[in-house]
């Protein structure tokens, strides 16, 4: 077994910020454009759109607020229902009953641990013909994978339901050769200190439709009319992103592909040192950003030996996502399916991904699942 000190912490997706992101933000502060406005805001829009291919972007606090505005844009309100995955963090189903709708969850394919659109087919031909198409489709591009959007896209089409991206772990993964946060009405990102970019916090809210960006940039805004005196003719939210943090940005956008490079090496490394896991499938039609390198272990225990050795080593694995269909708060929500998802729950290990790990990093990592 390799000997490598074990006293430095590794984390599981840790930011990984340089001097360039550091310039900008300094060259930020100094013109004292500090507030959620200025130049480095807007270019940091007009990047990230150019990269995702579409035509508007709005800056925002956090994903989850990105999601909450795709959500009115769809026109969610108070009794509605919106299919989710069930396999996904729990800011994708909350967003959902801010608005006072309830979420119907809906399993996973092992194909490429997204949600399952035959699933989602169902359930819209279901609800068709009992009168009750749901008011919108959520789908999560799972740990950097997009879904498998063209059967997606499809079923909503056909019953004439909006689709909404959470792409928030997918920045630069493609999809048949169109990037992650392109599909449906909008698509939604996420700039969290875990992700593949940060700004520290934020989100961006990402689409070709001209409405749902002024819509969204208006809510963003606290919903202020524009004249000389604070006018609102609707209620709106605090959800701009700093410029400040619009600079920081910047400067991770310049460097998405290093970092994706970086972040598949990885997960090449780890499938190549352990061939007797059993790794995230990658979907033949597309490229994933690689964001998080996902195993399953032979069972719940094998799982849970696999965690308590690599924190006995000082390093940062957690499970996989809990499904939303098993967690206390959303227990009496209607679900599709489940069986699925909750056995990716069981047996599911994330390991560290950060872009900036070493190579005695990932020798680390590699030694301390071959202890569990």
């Given at each position: 077994?390799?000997?490598?000190?074990?006293?430095?912490?590794?984390?599981?997706?840790?930011?990984?910020?340089?001097?360039?992101e550091?310039?900008?933000l300094?060259?930020?502060?100094?013109?004292?454009w500090?507030?959620?406005?200025g130049?480095?805001?807007?270019a940091?829009?007009?990047?990230?759109?150019?990269?995702?291919?579409?035509?508007?972007?709005?800056?925002?606090?956090?994903?989850?607020a990105?999601?909450?505005?795709?959500?009115?844009?769809?026109g969610?309100?108070?009794?509605?229902?919106?299919?989710?995955?069930?396999?996904?963090?729990?800011?994708?189903a909350?967003?959902v009953?801010?608005?006072g709708?309830?979420?119907?969850?809906?399993?996973?394919?092992?194909?490429?641990?997204?949600?399952?659109?035959?699933l989602?087919?169902?359930?819209?031909?279901?609800?068709?013909?009992?009168?009750?198409?749901?008011?919108?489709?959520?789908?999560?591009?799972?740990y950097?994978?997009?879904?498998?959007y063209?059967?997606?896209?499809?079923?909503?089409?056909?019953?004439?339901?909006?689709?909404?991206?959470?792409a928030?772990?997918?920045?630069?993964?493609?999809?048949?050769?169109?990037?992650?946060?392109?599909?449906?009405?909008?698509?939604?990102?996420?700039f969290?200190?875990?992700?593949?970019?940060?700004?520290?916090?934020?989100g961006?809210?990402?689409?070709?439709?001209?409405?749902?960006?002024?819509?969204a940039?208006?809510?963003?805004?606290?919903?202020?009319?524009?004249?000389?005196h604070?006018?609102?003719?609707?209620?709106?939210?605090?959800?701009r992103?700093?410029?400040?943090?619009?600079?920081?940005?910047?400067?991770?956008?310049?460097?998405?592909?290093?970092?994706?490079?970086?972040?598949?090496?990885?997960?090449?490394?780890?499938?190549?040192?352990?061939?007797?896991?059993?790794?995230?499938?990658?979907?033949?039609?597309?490229?994933?950003?690689?964001?998080?390198?996902?195993v399953?272990?032979?069972?719940?225990?094998?799982?849970?030996?696999?965690l308590?050795?690599?924190?006995?080593?000082?390093?940062?694995?957690?499970?996989?996502?809990?499904?939303?269909?098993?967690?206390p708060?959303?227990?009496?929500?209607?679900?599709?399916?489940?069986?699925?998802?909750?056995?990716l729950?069981?047996?599911?290990?994330?390991?560290?991904?950060?872009?900036?790990?070493?190579?005695?990093?990932?020798?680390?990592?590699v030694?301390?699942?071959?202890?569990?």
């Amino acid at each position: 077994m390799t000997d490598i000190r074990t006293d430095t912490r590794i984390y599981l997706s840790p930011p990984d910020v340089t001097d360039l992101e550091r310039g900008l933000l300094l060259d930020a502060f100094d013109s004292n454009w500090v507030a959620p406005v200025g130049p480095d805001l807007d270019a940091f829009e007009e990047q990230v759109a150019q990269r995702v291919g579409v035509r508007h972007a709005v800056a925002l606090s956090s994903g989850t607020a990105a999601l909450h505005l795709a959500l009115i844009a769809a026109g969610v309100r108070r009794g509605d229902t919106v299919l989710v995955p069930s396999f996904t963090f729990a800011a994708t189903a909350n967003a959902v009953v801010y608005l006072g709708a309830r979420p119907v969850f809906v399993d996973s394919t092992p194909d490429s641990w997204n949600v399952d659109p035959a699933l989602v087919a169902e359930e819209l031909r279901a609800r068709a013909a009992r009168g009750s198409l749901p008011r919108a489709v959520i789908a999560v591009d799972m740990y950097g994978q997009c879904a498998d959007y063209d059967p997606l896209l499809e079923a909503c089409d056909r019953y004439g339901v909006p689709l909404i991206e959470d792409a928030a772990e997918a920045l630069g993964a493609t999809y048949r050769g169109a990037a992650a946060g392109s599909f449906g009405l909008a698509g939604v990102l996420s700039f969290n200190g875990n992700k593949i970019i940060t700004t520290g916090g934020g989100g961006m809210l990402v689409t070709d439709d001209s409405r749902v960006a002024k819509q969204a940039r208006h809510l963003s805004t606290q919903a202020r009319e524009p004249v000389a005196h604070y006018e609102h003719r609707a209620v709106g939210y605090n959800y701009r992103l700093s410029n400040l943090l619009a600079a920081v940005g910047r400067g991770q956008v310049q460097r998405l592909d290093q970092m994706i490079a970086a972040r598949r090496a990885t997960s090449e490394f780890y499938r190549a040192e352990l061939p007797g896991l059993t790794f995230m499938p990658i979907a033949g039609y597309g490229t994933p950003n690689h964001w998080l390198t996902c195993v399953l272990a032979d069972s719940a225990e094998h799982r849970d030996r696999l965690l308590a050795a690599l924190n006995g080593r000082n390093i940062e694995a957690r499970p996989a996502w809990k499904p939303m269909h098993l967690q206390p708060v959303f227990q009496d929500c209607v679900t599709r399916g489940g069986e699925v998802c909750a056995d990716l729950f069981r047996r599911g290990v994330c390991l560290p991904s950060g872009s900036a790990l070493t190579d005695d990093d990932r020798r680390r990592v590699v030694d301390a699942v071959r202890e569990g």
